[in-house]
């Protein structure tokens, strides 16, 4: 059985894949779990070898993980458990399960559920009714998550203490394979599901646009592709005008600060988390003058607190905000901003870095706008942009060429080098967002995740009324340390983000819907959120002894 092309799933056959089999099951059973004594050779072969059916997974050439089962009584169990048929139902076929072990580098990925769906069809194909297990004490959470049933006391000794355990072949085959399914489409070993908010996952056509030959920035088909994609853009948005830039949303931030540089008067900078703190640096690193409006984190904008803020100062000429505050999950009201700026002719700035390709966005009325290809438009990072519906002119020289928004229109876009495979590879990532089935499609996996944690217990932190929904920021658990727990997450197979030191102080972890994301995937990282905070976690070993 193949899951991936590069992982293959079979019964042992060859004498090299026994060899490795003996070694694999030496550093399993001998170095990890001290069952027994070391050799020389650095091999173990077990007791049973010439009884056992050995299911495996090679990837390539080598070994990466084995399950042993065996018919012939008396089992191992028999000989450590006294009257073992008193525990098992009457009139049942039973079969061994031992020597499960996956390599270190492919746990928590695909290996082992992979493993276990080839078995339980080899269980029905001879008619097997149960399978018993001495199951590590190690990972008893994980066995009892495939239906296994603890029975007799433990067995073994010092640090390998192993718990008789038991399930009737029909559950195992119903929970394995529907615990595969769920982690079928995750990507193959050495990747992880990403969920960050950025670099975010991207289908394969995007990754054979970015694979293409590149071409030079002076060309003129490239200049018709590039002013297509610039189209694109701003169809999704409703602008006039874009610009692109090579670089982070950092540097796209830094051209709106440059901008308003120009501008005579001072203006209002709103914030309610890192993000908005940070276009309060942005302002203050070129000298702008400005008023703040500075709130919790987590808290949404008053329509009246942003009009007597407004009201109040004196010669506002401009407000500057983040649309989708990414630290939080926070999604600002859009409307509520561009009426209230309207009716005081003050001029509107949004980094909607976090927001363009999650939710509709319409910058009708918006002076500057901000975004990035490798977030929400669901491409590659190294591209950031500049959207306007004015007119503008190079400004004076005091302003660096390189964040001068005016030079770039005057040079149609291109003054400078641009590197062609991003821009191919964002303008088909564009073509994704022709209708509104990617917002829709979000709003829903995000609508049934909010609620499915709810429901396990755990802490939303944003309310739903004000929520971005790419964006949820879960607080770890009372007891639960955030950054181990997005580590457990993480060797589990599955990117969030939890890393960033705002959300390190604050036990936060967050799930991103940004990039490309399938409703199983999410369903299987829900599976193992209530697995890792319904008790303290196991260690990552993943073995069943003799």
Request: charged letters at 25%; glycine letters at 8%.
């Amino acid at each position: 059985m193949n899951t991936d092309s590069s992982l293959k799933f079979k019964v042992a056959s060859e004498d090299w894949e026994f060899d490795q089999i003996h070694r694999l099951n030496y550093r399993t059973f001998v170095e990890e779990i001290p069952q027994h004594s070391p050799n020389a050779e650095e091999a173990l072969v077990d007791k049973f070898h010439r009884e056992n059916t050995y299911i495996i997974c090679l990837h390539g050439d080598k070994l990466v993980g084995m399950v042993a089962l065996r018919a012939n009584r008396p089992f191992s169990l028999d000989g450590k458990l006294e009257n073992l048929d008193s525990y098992l139902p009457p009139d049942c076929v039973p079969c061994e399960v031992r020597l499960l072990s996956v390599e270190k580098g492919y746990r928590h990925t695909r290996v082992f559920y992979g493993l276990l769906a080839t078995l339980t069809r080899h269980f029905k194909e001879h008619g097997y009714h149960l399978g018993v297990i001495s199951g590590t004490v190690r990972q008893l959470r994980l066995y009892k998550h495939l239906g296994f049933v603890p029975f007799g006391p433990l067995v073994g000794k010092g640090e390998a203490l192993y718990q008789p355990m038991c399930l009737r072949v029909t559950d195992f085959m119903e929970r394995a394979e529907k615990i595969y399914r769920s982690t079928s489409t995750p990507p193959a070993v050495g990747e992880l599901v990403n969920l960050l908010p950025g670099p975010v996952s991207v289908s394969r056509r995007v990754r054979q646009s970015f694979a293409e030959a590149p071409v030079s920035h002076r060309s003129q088909a490239f200049m018709l592709d590039f002013d297509r994609t610039k189209q694109l853009l701003c169809q999704l948005v409703g602008t006039e005008h874009v610009e692109v830039f090579t670089g982070s949303g950092t540097l796209a931030n830094d051209v709106v600060a440059g901008q308003l540089s120009l501008l005579p008067g001072r203006g209002l900078i709103l914030s309610s988390g890192e993000f908005g703190s940070r276009l309060i640096d942005h302002a203050t690193r070129v000298k702008l003058s400005f008023d703040t409006l500075e709130l919790d984190w987590g808290q949404p904008f008053d329509r009246a607190e942003i009009a007597r803020k407004l009201d109040g100062g004196k010669d506002l000429r401009w407000l500057w905000a983040v649309h989708c505050e990414t630290s939080t999950g926070i999604l600002n009201d859009l409307p509520m901003l561009q009426e209230v700026c309207a009716e005081r002719d003050v001029r509107l700035c949004l980094d909607c870095i976090s927001s363009i390709g999650t939710v509709p966005v319409d910058l009708g009325g918006v002076y500057l706008a901000t975004c990035v290809s490798g977030k929400a438009l669901r491409s590659f990072p190294g591209l950031s942009m500049v959207f306007y519906s004015h007119d503008v002119r190079p400004a004076p020289e005091h302003l660096a060429r390189y964040l001068d928004l005016g030079y770039y229109a005057e040079k149609d876009g291109v003054p400078f080098t641009i590197p062609s495979n991003l821009v191919y590879a964002l303008h088909t990532a564009l073509k994704s967002f022709r209708d509104n089935r990617i917002f829709d499609q979000i709003v829903h996996l995000s609508t049934w995740l909010r609620s499915t944690l709810r429901d396990m217990g755990l802490t939303v932190v944003t309310p739903d009324e004000h929520a971005a929904p790419a964006v949820i920021t879960l607080a770890a658990p009372d007891g639960m340390d955030s950054e181990e727990l997005g580590r457990l997450v993480e060797r589990a197979g599955y990117l969030l983000s939890y890393r960033s030191y705002y959300l390190l102080e604050r036990g936060w972890l967050q799930i991103c819907l940004m990039g490309e994301c399938a409703q199983d995937e999410v369903s299987a990282l829900v599976d193992e959120l209530r697995e890792l905070t319904a008790s303290p976690p196991a260690t990552p070993s993943e073995a069943a002894g003799d």
